[in-house]
């Protein structure tokens, strides 16, 4: 190609980039399963561990918020086709929040495990708690390292999917008190309220952060469909029904209180399959071959 009919494709084809939007769509709900098992069963843990009424009680909580987390990760394993290739992620600790997330497993296994078959709940919950939260904390910054998704990239998304897994695990750990000889403890129940509370700031603040970062209008219409199914089945019923359960006390407390920790839950697990699934929407930027050859022909 000689230099005048490059010069000549270069003025045909405009050069920049491209504003049209489009969908990450290579993570499906798999990948939304693993980020619910994170959230839920780590603040399941913590909530085991701090307010569990009883030793039964916390082995039921502890051991269902184990047994989350590992379905998160077997379907995660399930997407990636060969699950051998999920030892890959132990490679890359320096830059890669996916490692650190990997390596944070072996002591929230290992010592929840353990802590089950203790006569108290001592070192190992609170070792398997702080394991899992620190789980927690990367899966957040996986999501915030994603460039050039805005829904998933700005800073607001780490408040918002800690606080969001803490009210998932919170809300199912109360809603287990439904099912064993015990009653929610006050600082349970406190714990739902506030993780409730955090969630809606946090929310509100991702929201304005994402109109200010001018997000793709897909990705601010899944969000917005989502907000007006959950907010108030996801945020709202459960205040009310956790201040009607202390009000009310009794079977029909532990039940309301069990309600709405369910929809709490069931509010965060929807939010992040709309996030993932959904609201992955980006702005492609790319320059066209022919201006990038002109370019190139230019400089040499």
């Not at 890959?88 to 010592?111: D, Q, V, Y």
């Not at 390292?145 to 918002?160: R, Y």
């Amino acid at each position: 190609m000689t230099r005048s009919t490059t010069q000549a494709v270069a003025t045909a084809v405009t050069p920049g980039w491209t504003a049209a939007p489009g969908q990450y769509t290579r993570w499906d709900w798999r990948a939304a399963a693993n980020f619910v098992g994170g959230g839920t069963g780590a603040g399941m843990l913590l909530a085991a561990t701090l307010f569990a009424p009883s030793t039964a009680s916390y082995r039921v909580q502890a051991g269902l918020g184990l047994a989350i987390v590992a379905i998160g990760l077997l379907c995660i394993m399930a997407k990636l086709g060969r699950p051998a290739r999920a030892l890959n992620i132990f490679r890359h600790a320096k830059g890669s929040w996916m490692t650190r997330e990997g390596f944070a497993m072996p002591t929230l296994f290992g010592c929840g495990a353990l802590s089950l078959w203790q006569p108290a709940i001592g070192a190992m919950a609170v070792i398997a708690t702080l394991s899992a939260l620190v789980f927690l904390y990367c899966q957040a910054r996986i999501l915030n390292d994603a460039k050039g998704i805005p829904a998933w990239s700005i800073a607001e998304i780490v408040p918002l999917i800690v606080v969001t897994g803490l009210a998932e695990g919170a809300g199912l750990a109360v809603a287990t008190t439904a099912f064993v000889p015990d009653v929610p403890t006050a600082g349970g129940i406190v714990l739902l309220v506030a993780a409730l509370v955090l969630r809606h700031v946090a929310w509100r603040r991702y929201r304005a952060a994402l109109v200010r970062a001018d997000a793709p209008a897909a990705a601010l219409a899944a969000l917005a469909a989502h907000a007006r199914r959950w907010l108030p089945a996801g945020d709202g019923l459960p205040l009310l029904l956790a201040f009607a359960g202390v009000l009310l006390g009794g079977t029909a407390g532990v039940v309301a209180v069990a309600a709405g920790g369910v929809l709490a839950a069931l509010g965060g697990w929807a939010f992040k399959v709309t996030l993932l699934t959904r609201a992955g929407h980006y702005r492609p930027k790319s320059v066209s071959l022919a201006a990038g050859l002109a370019r190139a022909r230019a400089r040499s």
